[in-house]
């Protein structure tokens, strides 16, 4: 190989190709039928875009020719559940080199979401998720929408150690490494279960302001199983992840904060519940994150223990 050879520029990657991941239950049709116009109005599109109905059947869903890929299950799996679905068939396709995930009742606002989406994942190889902004239709970012401790600033944008179920985007390459959603959580605490396993291979966060899903200002709570799912995945979550130091401190902070938050008295029925479960039932494998993993999130302003 002659010097010449050997120092000429590779040639230029192609951008990464984009598919589109969407879950519902088949009772916000007005809403889904939205979410599709705004993703058609993109001026980047994608090459895929499945729509899983999970636990119910589907209407018709105009637009998207040749893109739309619509799956109905006869159960429904949980959010994570039938994520994973949707993933499975994007790989099966195997023209997609990055998955973008929306909330049913979302809807794009920008025309330029999915090229700003494509040029950050093609400007670094270690990105592996891409958080959106959430805010309602007033602009409105709720506290807990915003992936940091101690910042009310919703446009700061930044590396960060957690990401929005509501709106993101996955490196498929990522996936590969790291696995899918947890689909025994159900419903609560998947993102951060998926979000530390990234971190522990080596994988970027990205909280992305001007990426923007628009999204009803709601609570978690309004779920009838928000309590006791939220305690036993939590408890799930640091039996699966963290290092055996780390889980009694994790656990017995979010206890503390659990404690002076919550109002009700029902709610908290459901969550000792809940935290008995998560103690009692199967976890799913454990692997815990390497201790360089602790102080790369400490180093990001959040250790894995709050």
């Known amino acids: 190989m002659s010097e010449r050879d050997r120092t000429a520029p590779s040639a230029p990657q192609p951008p990464p190709r984009l598919g589109v991941a969407v879950v519902t239950m088949g009772n916000r049709p007005r809403e889904v039928d939205a979410l599709l116009a705004s993703v058609a109005a993109q001026d980047v599109p994608p090459a895929r875009v499945v729509i899983v109905g999970n636990g119910s059947p589907l209407p018709e869903f105009p637009g998207l020719p040749g893109k739309l890929t619509v799956i109905e299950l006869d159960e429904n799996l949980g959010c994570p559940g039938g994520r994973n679905v949707a993933l499975r068939r994007l790989r099966e396709f195997g023209d997609v080199d990055v998955v973008i995930e929306l909330d049913d009742d979302g809807l794009l606002v920008d025309e330029d979401v999915f090229r700003g989406v494509r040029d950050l994942f093609a400007s670094d190889p270690r990105l592996g998720i891409v958080g959106f902004r959430i805010a309602d239709e007033h602009g409105e970012t709720q506290r807990r929408h915003v992936p940091r401790l101690r910042s009310k600033d919703p446009m700061r944008r930044g590396l960060v150690t957690a990401f929005l179920g509501g709106g993101h985007a996955f490196s498929t390459r990522m996936l590969a490494e790291t696995g899918d959603w947890p689909a025994d959580f159900f419903f609560t605490h998947e993102e951060t279960d998926l979000a530390w396993r990234a971190l522990d291979a080596d994988w970027k966060i990205l909280y992305e302001p001007t990426l923007l ?60 519940a809940g935290f008995l479960e998560g103690l009692r039932t199967p976890c799913g494998e454990r692997r815990p994150m390497r201790w360089r993993t602790v102080a790369r999130m400490t180093r990001l302003g959040r250790p894995p223990l709050i």
């Open 213 to 272: 899903l628009q999204h009803p200002k709601t609570s978690p709570a309004r779920h009838a199983v928000y309590f006791r799912m939220t305690a036993r995945n939590r408890v799930w979550l640091a039996r699966r992840r963290l290092p055996l130091p780390l889980i009694p401190v994790y656990l017995a902070i979010w206890t503390a904060l659990t404690l002076a938050r919550t109002r009700s008295l029902g709610g908290l029925r459901a969550w000792a």
